[in-house]
């Protein structure tokens, strides 16, 4: 039976779909206005594991992720630039087309992940009527407002506000930031849609009933989910981040939207990458994404492999060390992925036990300890796990290139063997390990 963390309820709870037939899966995907990053990737490929898992379990599953294409304001609290538009003022080019660079840029980088694809992938762009029918109802059932520069989800109106962090609506208030607009009625309402600013012309805007303008951050999530997945799901992930501001908002909106309680049964939250113990930030020059791993000459899924060396809830600390274990250790499971053994009753434990391992909160780095005593007894079960794993293991593993050096000393320890000088062979065979290598001599029948 799979248990999950809900970080709404902060306990593991046993996972029962809403559908039986169809578990719906819903994942806040990247801000197209810079390149993904490591960190990035650590959320996305949690929900990977989590989707595959379901899969594996024998669930169908109905999984959609989003691009956010327009208006994320640099300040989660609704003032400050748009990042998409401050993208194409750093870049000089349109809106438009840093969004559809970085949204390729994206893809190109998800598929080097082997991160499945999902069954929708919707863009805000393309849900403006979406967006717009849910502010209108959310002004109807009067839990929004209209002042100057844009319309306010009014979160007073909303009791359960701020459940999800467990903070009350006092304290919420208390931490909010210094709040720039002073005709907000409580300094935890939200922009649902913003007004274009008077006299400048945005490259992303769309007329509303309210005048031009465009949607808030988190009204696209909660429109496109409700429209591809329905009014109440079973799964929302996203990083630990998006849990006190985003993930509030959209419960607010969305419950308030549908009158239907909870808008989402198990939330599963992906906590922060630190690299080399500290945080991530771009001061420290420390932001790395796939193609710094590439150009060092790792594998992606490498990647893939030292993410799975902690639990999704606790932090992992990258360093180019860790990541270089992780390839070797990648190498060497392809490599046992190539080889059989007769079938065993260890078959049987083992799958028994990978099972388990998923089941327990989605325990990869067990799933992973599981797979490596596969690849020792019954190796032909590392395909089989590969289906949540996505180590792509049927891929060939890296060729090790044998030095001159090396080379010369073995024909020199074939020939004395031939000779029957079995003595000097034997130390060229020492020397040889010496040397970091290892001779295996294959026994014709
Ligand atoms: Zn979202």
């Given at each position: 039976?799979l248990k999950?963390?809900?970080?709404?309820?902060?306990?593991?709870?046993e996972?029962?779909?809403?559908?039986?037939?169809?578990?719906?899966?819903?994942c806040?995907g990247p801000?197209?206005y810079?390149?993904?990053?490591?960190?990035?990737?650590?959320t996305?490929?949690?929900t990977?594991?989590?989707v595959r898992?379901?899969?594996?379990?024998?669930y169908?599953v109905?999984?959609?992720?989003?691009?956010t294409?327009?208006?994320?304001l640099?300040?989660?609290?609704?003032?400050?630039?748009d990042k998409?538009?401050?993208?194409?003022?750093?870049?000089?080019?349109?809106?438009?087309d840093?969004?559809?660079?970085y949204?390729?840029?994206?893809?190109?980088?998800?598929?080097?992940?082997?991160l499945l694809e999902?069954d929708?992938?919707?863009k805000?762009?393309?849900?403006?009527?979406?967006q717009v029918d849910?502010?209108k109802?959310?002004?109807?059932?009067?839990f929004?407002?209209?002042i100057?520069d844009?319309i306010?989800?009014?979160t007073s109106k909303?009791?359960?506000?701020?459940e999800l962090?467990?903070?009350?609506?006092?304290e919420?208030?208390?931490g909010?930031?210094v709040?720039?607009?002073?005709?907000?009625?409580n300094?935890t309402?939200f922009a649902?849609?913003?007004f274009s600013p008077?006299g400048a012309?945005?490259?992303?805007?769309?007329k509303s009933p309210?005048g031009t303008?465009?949607?808030?951050?988190?009204?696209e999530?909660?429109a496109?989910?409700?429209?591809?997945?329905?009014?109440?799901?079973?799964?929302h992930t996203?990083?630990?981040?998006?849990?006190?501001?985003?993930?509030?908002?959209?419960?607010?909106?969305?419950?308030?939207?549908?009158?239907?309680?909870?808008f989402v049964k198990?939330w599963?939250?992906g906590?922060f990458?630190?690299?080399?113990?500290?945080?991530?930030?771009k001061s420290?020059?420390?932001?790395?994404r796939?193609a710094?791993?590439?150009e060092?000459?790792f594998?992606?899924i490498a990647?893939?492999?030292?993410y799975?060396?902690?639990?999704?809830?606790?932090?992992l600390n990258?360093?180019?060390?860790?990541?270089?274990g992780?390839?070797?250790?990648?190498?060497?499971?392809?490599?046992?992925?190539?080889q059989?053994k007769d079938?065993?009753?260890?078959?049987?434990?083992?799958k028994?036990?990978?099972?388990?391992?998923?089941d327990?909160?989605?325990n990869?780095?067990?799933a992973l300890?599981?797979?490596w005593e596969a690849?020792?007894t019954?190796?032909?079960?590392?395909?089989e796990f590969?289906q949540?794993?996505?180590?792509?293991?049927?891929?060939a593993p890296?060729?090790?290139?044998?030095p001159?050096e090396?080379n010369a000393l073995?024909k020199k320890?074939?020939?004395?063997?031939?000779n029957?000088?079995?003595?000097?062979a034997?130390?060229?065979?020492?020397e040889?390990?010496n040397?970091?290598y290892?001779?295996k001599d294959e026994t014709?029948?």
């Amino acid at each position: 039976m799979l248990k999950l963390h809900n970080t709404f309820t902060r306990s593991v709870e046993e996972f029962t779909p809403i559908n039986k037939k169809l578990v719906t899966v819903y994942c806040c995907g990247p801000t197209v206005y810079d390149y993904a990053h490591i960190g990035n990737f650590r959320t996305y490929t949690m929900t990977d594991f989590l989707v595959r898992t379901l899969k594996y379990l024998g669930y169908a599953v109905k999984y959609v992720t989003n691009v956010t294409d327009v208006g994320h304001l640099v300040s989660d609290s609704d003032s400050g630039e748009d990042k998409i538009e401050k993208g194409a003022k750093r870049e000089g080019k349109t809106a438009w087309d840093v969004a559809k660079f970085y949204t390729e840029a994206f893809l190109a980088d998800s598929k080097k992940m082997n991160l499945l694809e999902p069954d929708v992938r919707p863009k805000p762009t393309d849900h403006i009527p979406e967006q717009v029918d849910m502010v209108k109802t959310l002004l109807d059932k009067g839990f929004a407002y209209t002042i100057d520069d844009g319309i306010y989800f009014d979160t007073s109106k909303f009791p359960s506000y701020g459940e999800l962090t467990g903070q009350n609506l006092e304290e919420l208030k208390e931490g909010a930031r210094v709040e720039p607009n002073p005709q907000k009625k409580n300094p935890t309402d939200f922009a649902l849609w913003k007004f274009s600013p008077k006299g400048a012309k945005r490259d992303m805007e769309w007329k509303s009933p309210w005048g031009t303008g465009f949607p808030g951050w988190h009204i696209e999530c909660s429109a496109m989910s409700r429209k591809h997945l329905g009014d109440q799901i079973d799964i929302h992930t996203g990083g630990a981040d998006l849990i006190p501001i985003h993930h509030t908002n959209e419960i607010a909106q969305s419950e308030a939207t549908s009158g239907k309680s909870p808008f989402v049964k198990y939330w599963v939250h992906g906590q922060f990458i630190m690299v080399d113990g500290q945080k991530m930030s771009k001061s420290k020059g420390n932001f790395y994404r796939l193609a710094d791993i590439e150009e060092k000459g790792f594998d992606p899924i490498a990647l893939r492999y030292f993410y799975m060396s902690a639990h999704y809830r606790a932090f992992l600390n990258f360093t180019w060390d860790a990541l270089a274990g992780a390839q070797k250790s990648l190498d060497e499971l392809r490599l046992y992925a190539h080889q059989h053994k007769d079938e065993s009753e260890e078959t049987i434990v083992l799958k028994k036990k990978f099972q388990e391992a998923l089941d327990n909160d989605l325990n990869m780095p067990q799933a992973l300890a599981i797979a490596w005593e596969a690849a020792r007894t019954c190796p032909q079960l590392l395909m089989e796990f590969d289906q949540v794993l996505g180590l792509d293991l049927g891929r060939a593993p890296k060729e090790v290139v044998i030095p001159e050096e090396i080379n010369a000393l073995i024909k020199k320890r074939d020939q004395l063997r031939k000779n029957k000088k079995f003595y000097q062979a034997d130390a060229i065979r020492k020397e040889i390990e010496n040397k970091g290598y290892t001779v295996k001599d294959e026994t014709v029948t």
